[in-house]
């Protein structure tokens, strides 16, 4: 094929990914999917390898997609043209129940050549707790309606027993109706958008450019490769808990082999499988994080297909917390990925330095808060925005506020809509002072939240990582962790601990404060310039200026003192040397 035709061909599927995306975002009625843009948008071939993903597709659903439609399709004695077909099987997806897929067969005559597909975060699907994301849960039965490739539309005929089914299992049923249906309107969007290719330059000729295409992904990550010195690189790390066993630390272990273009990636040593719902499937666990962690390694700027993810492998036992065994709680499946994710790049921290940041706050969900309003006779349940910080990197500071690494450009819920959905009142949302790690590269600061209740609720601490401290490298400092209080009526405050389901009568007030990424590099090598500006921005303390960084400066003129300042930084240098 030539270049140009094969380009034409690439780029179309990328842009009607895309626009399937956007289509999605605008018509979805669930706060998950039109604020956070919690979805996967992309083309399957018959075989259940990813065409395609659109680049706005969450990260943490890095072209996953494939196992479930091919799992769909065996599941199917025929699959017709206008079928539609939902799925959040905890098996082949190995995700929470919440995320649904919908797949869409596209055919050219009667040739079957794609499917268009599109996951997305259902509010609630039934469940012990409201969002049926309990941090308690033992096993996948108390956490929702399982529906393993369900056929809800024959030939564009609606099964109504099975619609019926879904709302009556839902404590949000018109937000979770009105998400499947705009998955579906996204779906029959990208098959107009795909036949209308395929009608233009033939089955065949599309078909040429999605494998070529495949085949130069596929090039560009064993080149990305052979710039890492081969070897086998280990890390370790823990998480709090895994919501149930409250006192016992939850294992992270990781061994890297780099090898001639190839990676593998091995879990062999990470945690068994838990009692409590932080598990996950192979494919939505171990071979997702492992895609996640080799994309942001060699080829972060192309968009995810097939080809990308040829030169990996990802070793993971059965039984394992990544590769759970049926029946295991998948509520909190993504919620380790963060803490995991900076322990593979910690591993290869000293063999490329130059390319991987410091640490992570290593949190993916913050709090939640639900409950029921009498009033309006309403569940209602928000998670107040939870951003933090990221670890410094080689060349800058850490950004932030963001999500959790594998969530990307996800967003957080505006506080503004958080009154709206729920009764929480919000008086307070700032940068947290002297969160980010120091460093010659500071970390990324976490924030400060402070709301109360006008009505009775209840609240979940879903945040994992309030312990191990997100590290700091090459000689940078540690960030500060993840912290949820209840302020109490004379003002004390407590600090709750991990999966705490804590009752908030009306008038509580919470304040959770998130943590900060690691810092880069001797704080002592930071320009003393930009430690006073972050200073007079309100970054750092002049308490951390001056014993993190050696850096003095005046209380009143907010000037650096640069005699005070010499003699500290060489102070701080021969300690360090000694």
């Not at 956490?143 to 839902?170: F, H, M, P, T």
């Not at 490298?473 to 949820?484: I, L, M, P, S, Y």
């Not at 309100?538 to 003699?567: C, H, K, M, N, W």
Request: charged share 25%; with cysteine; glycine share 10%.
């Amino acid at each position: 094929m030539d270049t140009i035709t094969r380009e034409v061909i690439r780029a179309s599927l990328l842009a009607y990914a895309d626009e399937m995306t956007k289509n999605f975002w605008r018509s979805s009625y669930g706060v998950m999917n039109y604020e956070v843009r919690d979805f996967a948008v992309g083309f399957v071939d018959p075989e259940g390898r990813i065409v395609v993903q659109s680049r706005f597709t969450h990260p943490a659903f890095t072209a996953d997609l494939g196992y479930v439609v091919k799992d769909a399709v065996a599941e199917q004695d025929e699959i017709n043209p206008r079928d539609v077909i939902i799925s959040n099987d905890p098996d082949s997806q190995g995700q929470h129940l919440n995320n649904v897929v919908v797949i869409l067969p596209i055919y050219v005559a009667q040739e079957l050549v794609a499917f268009s597909c599109v996951r997305a975060h259902w509010q609630d699907i039934g469940g012990a707790t409201v969002g049926s994301t309990g941090t308690k849960t033992t096993d996948i039965f108390q956490e929702g309606l399982q529906l393993k490739a369900i056929k809800v539309y024959d030939r564009g005929v609606a099964n109504q027993e099975v619609l019926k089914i879904i709302r009556s299992n839902s404590r949000f049923p018109d937000i979770t109706l009105g998400d499947f249906n705009a998955q579906i309107a996204a779906c029959k969007l990208g098959e107009r958008r795909l036949g209308s290719l395929l009608a233009k330059y033939g089955v065949a000729d599309v078909m040429t450019a999605i494998h070529e295409g495949w085949d130069m992904s596929e090039k560009a990550a064993r080149a990305a490769l052979r710039e890492i010195p081969k070897g086998e690189y280990i890390a370790e790390s823990f998480l709090d808990n895994d919501g149930v066993e409250l006192d016992r630390p939850v294992k992270i272990k990781v061994h890297v082999k780099v090898q001639n273009e190839r990676m593998i990636i091995d879990f062999s040593e990470i945690a068994d499988q838990t009692r409590g719902p932080i598990n996950s499937g192979y494919f939505g666990g171990a071979l997702n994080v492992g895609r996640i962690a080799f994309k942001c390694l060699t080829t972060p700027r192309l968009p995810s297909d097939e080809g990308c993810f040829r030169p990996l492998e990802v070793v993971c036992p059965k039984g394992k917390m990544l590769n759970a065994r049926p029946p295991a709680p998948l509520g909190h499946w993504s919620v380790p990925f963060p803490t995991i994710l900076d322990t593979i790049f910690k591993a290869l921290s000293e063999a490329v330095p130059h390319r991987i940041p410091a640490s992570t706050r290593g949190d993916a969900r913050g709090v939640g808060v639900s409950g029921y309003d009498p009033a309006k006779r309403k569940f209602f349940h928000i998670s107040p925005p939870h951003m933090g910080g990221h670890g410094a990197r080689p060349m800058a500071d850490g950004p932030a506020p963001k999500c959790a690494i594998q969530q990307g450009d996800e967003h957080a819920v505006p506080i503004e809509l958080c009154e709206i959905k729920s009764p929480i009142l919000f008086e307070s949302l700032r940068l947290r002072r002297d969160s980010g790690g120091a460093g010659k590269f500071r970390g990324g600061l976490g924030i400060e939240t402070v709301f109360s209740m006008e009505i009775d609720g209840r609240l979940r601490n879903m945040m994992i990582r309030s312990q191990c401290l997100p590290w700091g490298v090459h000689g940078g400092k540690n960030g500060a962790t993840n912290e949820a209080y209840v302020i109490k009526s004379e003002g004390a405050e407590e600090r709750l601990p991990r999966a705490t389901d804590f009752p908030l009568p009306k008038g509580s007030k919470v304040r959770l404060k998130t943590g900060g990424g690691g810092g880069y590099g001797n704080p002592v090598q930071r320009d003393e310039e930009e430690v006073l500006q972050d200073a007079l921005n309100g970054y750092i303390s002049l308490r951390a200026a001056e014993e993190d960084y050696g850096v003095v400066i005046d209380p009143v003129r907010f000037t650096i003192d640069r005699e005070a300042t010499r003699q500290k930084r060489r102070t701080m240098t021969e300690m360090g040397a000694t």
